[in-house]
């Protein structure tokens, strides 16, 4: 069904987003939260987005739903630019977003039918009352709750069921693409299975597109076809899940899966860790270069002096590494 | 004898509405120089198990009459607060999830590191000093000494969790329980502070708990395992026995229902139903609800621990079933062998 010719659904070009940050009296800097990625996600395709707390994944997640408005760059939808309040109010219709937290994303003085009816009433989706309460069960129906819930408020569920809420709002307006913010993250590792499958079997249904933004690397690699690294803002690998789990090429990529553990005690015996040296640096003082150089291992005089571009490695393998052919 | 021998632990919480029985007369020993872990989802009372241990339950809580936990032969229960005074931090530690709230942010690190070693040790503030420095290039902190002065909004996640853990290990425990030390954390700095406990324990040769819902961190830090669902124990055993001949449903059903290398493109196999409601427990097996394979006795009675080999236990009916059904087709096999003279009168 895909061939790469064909036009791809989300294009994300140069994308930027800084937020200023008060440094002082009447002095404020930026920080760089996303720094010039681009990728493009083909229809129907599962884009994973990984990497550590305050590298910019849930802001690029944002940003390209212009949840935030973008300090630079544009997002091409269907090849169409997004820039026009009526442009942004008709690409809402068709992006969505899943977020994280089951617990805090849903009104809890809000029932579960008024939770889902929410975006159809936004977007005038409906002519009738009924049209609206059918709708509203046939979404329930797709994430497994049952029309008795319909009348609930949000604390009666456990986190699983509540997540099921925020998919069956997030399907509401019959998107194309759904953004998911570690959807799976705050459940227990039981109920993440019954979840996972489900953003599955939707996919298969509606014929969705999904960018899966997550930490768990093995929970991203089930579900992904492709797999983009993020570290300190900056897109440093993009690859084939299974490409990137088995034969990462960026240093960083190498360090973060070698850093996974795995459920079987044979495999974490033999598993050879690449160890990290340092912290994470602040976005604020980022690097000057790549912003990995600090903490890697191969790092030399070229990567403290210019950022390295985002190339095609390999066919359809994008890294940003300046000795990424030395070192594999 | 054991380190730490657990018998029959039972733990309640008292609230309006009602008994929630936390932890359900579970039983287990901790032999020295071992990492022992205890996998469940939220509920499942292994932080409860911990905090009973350490007796550091909250206001509505109390470990029931008939519990014991005898840490070197020495009885903890109802041992009185003096008593368990000199237990908390000086023979066993704890650590916690959140290293963002564990730590005061209004004393400097140095401050908080030598407290504990003062009301512990007879060390005198000088020494203390001295001590907590040593601490912190034990768990790697880079320039302890500027690091002394710092308060803990000047450093970061995995640092404030190494600085949690050389205060708990200031005063040379024997124990050191550490309630899911690395979910908090990134999977690089995870990676380097389970490093550092398997390296710390080795050179003192303490023993570990190590708390967690995370099926990878054990595998990767464990020797022996406990799975616990709904407070009870479903299966104890060696990590390869766990991992590799489970004999417990949910504990298959865990180990299938995660990704790992092997499932890849493939649909995992969830457990279904939602997680057990504590307050309305059933009165068998409390995972048969939710169990594929439940039989009838399954929601009539509780099955028993019982011994799958020398380094394994579960409380499962399934095995029940299975050495009865072994047991038939031995039977039977013996008959046909015998066949003829003595026929057909087989149980």
Known sequence: MNNTNEQPLVEVKHLKQYFDINTGFFKSTPLKAVDDISFSIRKGETLGLVGE???????????ILHLYKPTGGEVLFHGKPVRTKQEIDEYRTKATMVFQDPYSSLDPRMTVSDIIGEPLDVHKMYSSKTERRERILELMDHVGLNSEHAARYAHEFSGGQRQRVGIARALAVNPEFIVCDEPVSALDVSIQAQVINMFD???????????????DLLVVRHISDRIAVMYLGK???????ADIYDRPL??????????????????????????LTGEIPSPLHAPSGCPFHTRCPYAADVCKGSMPAFEEVEKGRFVACHRVKEIN | ?????VRNLHTAFYTDAGVVNAVNHISFNLDRGKVLGIVGESGSGKSVTAYSIMQILAGTGRISEGSSIKLDGQELVGAGENVMKDIRGNRISIIFQDPMTSLNPTYTIGRQLSEAILL?????REQARARAIEMLKLVNVNEPEKRMKQYPYEFSGGMRQRVMIAMALACEPDILIADEPTTALDVTIQAGILELMKDIQKELGMAIILITHDLGVVAQMCDEVIVMYAGSICEQGTADEIFYNPKHEYTKGLLRSIPTTGNMGERLQPITGTPIDLLNMPAGCAFAPRCEAAMKICMREKCERMQINENHMAACWMNVRDALNAETAQSEAAQETVQGAEQSEAE
């Open chain 1, 53 to 63: 707390s305050g590298c910019g994944k849930t802001t690029a997640g944002r940003t």
């Open chain 1, 235 to 241: 897109m440093v690998e993009l690859a084939d899940a």
């Open chain 2, 120 to 124: 512990h040790t007879d060390r005198n």
């Open chain 2, 1 to 5: 004898m054991s380190l730490l021998e």
């Open chain 1, 250 to 275: 960026h240093p960083y990529t190498k360090a973060l899966i070698s850093a996974v553990p795995v459920p079987d005690p044979n495999m974490a015996r033999s598993n050879q860790r690449i160890a």
């Open chain 1, 201 to 215: 079997e939707l996919q298969d249904k509606l014929d969705l597109t999904y960018l899966f933004i997550a930490h």
